[in-house]
């Protein structure tokens, strides 16, 4: 129910009727309504709006400091409105019919439901796998890169063959020793891989490698190794 309703039914000026609302809502004897627009054919007028239980109070004390006479009209307006959104009682012929339409309608719940869970059951099995297979691309990956580490063309550690192939670029027979006199300058220590032409040979770190050379095993053999 609006405040332009409650104008009409006692015969009050809308705005006397608002003044009253926001008086009584200051004073905090009823809580303010919510205020919403209404077109009219000259310009949209704001009025409170009154819902609910709450607002069924609120507006029998709006009434009640307005015009007490009117409240019983009030009461009568309010269940007049209330019985308008009450669902109509059904005829007895009307019975078997609803309790087929509800039987229908608990049949096509069941079904939709058997339906989500085969769904989801599908797609938990679905992300099982690929997450096993994610798992087991992962893990060759890393054996990949493992090994690539222990041949000394990695991205945390490369041989000067390794750096001088991808790079194309050839450091000299002393290439190596600007990288050694680095690792022993900074206390870093040097692995050795193998090699099939002198059996073992230093690989050197990326840090020493960035620092000497200027150059990033990442960049160098890529992101994830797949150049080396």
Known sequence: MSSQEIADLVGKRHDNVKRTIESLAAGRVIG???IEEIPTATKPV??????????????????????????????????????????????????????????????????????????????????????????????????????????????????VAAVEKVAKRKLGKQGFRPLKNWCAENGVQVPKVHDPRYGWVRSWPASAWAAVYQIDLADLFGADGEQA
Do not use: C
Request: aromatic fraction near 4%; proline fraction near 3%; avoid cysteine.
């Open 32 to 34: 303010l309504p919510q």
């Open 46 to 159: 704001s009025v409170y709006v009154f819902s609910g239980a709450k607002g069924k109070r609120d507006s029998l004390v709006v009434v009640a400091q307005l015009s007490p006479e009117f409240t019983g009209a009030l009461v009568d307006r309010w269940q007049h409105l209330e019985q308008q959104v009450q669902a109509p009682a059904l005829p007895g012929d009307y019975i078997s019919a609803l309790e087929h339409l509800l039987e229908s309608k608990r049949s096509e719940q069941l079904a939709i439901e058997q339906r989500d869970q085969a769904i989801e059951t599908k797609a938990e099995i679905g992300s099982r796998r690929e997450a096993t297979a994610m798992a087991t691309a992962s893990a060759a990956v890393r054996q990949a890169n493992q090994l690539k580490e222990e041949l000394g063309r990695g991205l945390r550690q490369a041989t």
